[in-house]
């Protein structure tokens, strides 16, 4: 399974490298991926942007990690029992 997270870049850096404000952490990720620039959001998977987000993909993004949060707290619905 692989895992992406979003960050807001904080700063650009020498090298292709930008330090990253994820939720208050700071990170150093690769940049050779996208091109970007200070106060874009990149979505970030194993150290490297892969992806600079518009708003509405942003907006978008948030909706959809809110609903699966939604969807973790439900309960489990009951077994199927076969008749």
Known sequence: MCLAVLGQIQKVMADQ???IDYEGIPL???LGLVTAKE???????????IAVLDEQE???WRELM????EAAE?????????S
């Open 17 to 19: 490298k930008a330090l």
């Open 28 to 30: 150093t990720v690769d």
């Open 39 to 49: 106060g874009d959001t990149v979505l970030i998977h194993a150290g490297c942007a």
């Open 58 to 60: 942003l907006f978008r």
């Open 66 to 69: 809110s609903d699966l949060a």
């Open 74 to 82: 439900a309960p489990e619905p009951p077994p199927m029992v076969k």
